[in-house]
Nanobody, 124 residues
Framework: QVQVAESGGGSVQAGGSLRLSCVVS????????MGWFRQAPGKEREGVAA???????HYADAVKGRFTIPQHSPKNTLTLEMSSLKPEDTAMYYC??????????????????WGQGTQVTVSS
C-alpha cells in the first residue's frame, strides 16, 4: 500500500522561510513522479511545484523565484524550500505521487496518491 507523508509545515511571519518534506513508502514501481499542491479555504487545490519528465522542475507562477525543489533528493522523497513567504501562501500543502508517466505535473488530476497535508500559515 502506497503511503504519502508530509512534514514541516508551521507558522511564520511574512518574509520568512519554511521547508516541507514528503516521503512516499510502499511504492514498488520504477517510475515515480511527485509534486506539491496547496489548498486555501474556499479555493481549489492548485499545483505549486513538481518534478516532471527528465527531472525538469515545474513551478506555479505565483511561487517562481521563491519556492525551490532541491536537486538530487533521495529516492521517493520530495522537499520544498519556501522563502519570502507571503500571507497569500497560507494554505494546506499536500504532497502527491503517481507511478506512471504524466504530461502535466502541476495538474492535480494526474496524481493517484496523496498525503494528509501540512498547514502553512503566513502572518503579515
Amino acid at each position: 500500500q502506497v503511503q504519502v507523508a508530509e512534514s514541516g509545515g508551521g507558522s511564520v511571519q511574512a518574509g520568512g522561510s519554511l521547508r516541507l518534506s514528503c516521503v512516499v513508502s510502499g511504492f514498488i514501481g520504477s517510475e515515480l513522479y511527485m509534486g506539491w499542491f496547496r489548498q486555501a479555504p474556499g479555493k481549489e487545490r492548485e499545483g505549486v511545484a513538481a518534478i516532471g519528465r527528465f527531472g525538469f522542475l515545474h513551478y506555479a507562477d505565483a511561487v517562481k523565484g521563491r519556492f525551490t525543489i532541491p536537486q538530487h533528493s533521495p529516492k521517493n522523497t520530495l522537499t520544498l524550500e519556501m522563502s519570502s513567504l507571503k500571507p497569500e501562501d497560507t494554505a494546506m500543502y499536500y504532497c502527491a505521487a503517481v507511478g506512471r508517466d504524466i504530461s502535466f505535473p502541476l495538474y492535480r488530476h494526474e496524481y493517484d496518491y496523496w498525503g494528509q497535508g501540512t498547514q502553512v500559515t503566513v502572518s503579515s
